[in-house]
């Protein structure tokens, strides 16, 4: 019996996480808080507070809200969906699609909120032009995630 310790195989854990019904509703949810956070940068810019300090803290806020967003969908879509889909291979490359087009958007929208949330940056017309484009990417990603890949999902 002493010996049977050694002989035991360690059984490995999945990393992979299980299916989650209300994961999707959740992200629904967070689109929402995003989509919120962003209207109110818009309406701060638009009644002039681009100088103040409420632009660049709620730019802060962003960030952190959408990098939440980014690696909870990286843990738990991707992973799963990936292990999922694996014998599928059509599903599998939609799948690998999403998740290589996110990480440059990441890059994209991360760096420019790392850049002008800064408080030595000044929030000019080159900052509300990229703002623009940044706000553009991230409103068809949502679309098309909450169209194309959300659906495999609940499949």
Known sequence: MFFDLFNKKEEKKSHIPKYDPKLIGKFHKDHDAIRADIEKIQKAMDQGAIGTGIVKNALKHLRMRLLGHFMEEDIKLYWYMKDY?????????????FENSIKEIQNDVLHFFDYYARDDIP???EYEKKFKQIVSELSDRVASEEENLYTLYLR
């Not at 694996?86 to 690998?96: H, Q």
Request: avoid cysteine; glycine fraction near 0%; charge should be negative.
């Open 85 to 97: 889909y694996k014998e599928d291979e059509n599903a599998f490359d939609i799948i690998k699609s």
């Open 123 to 125: 929030l000019d017309t």
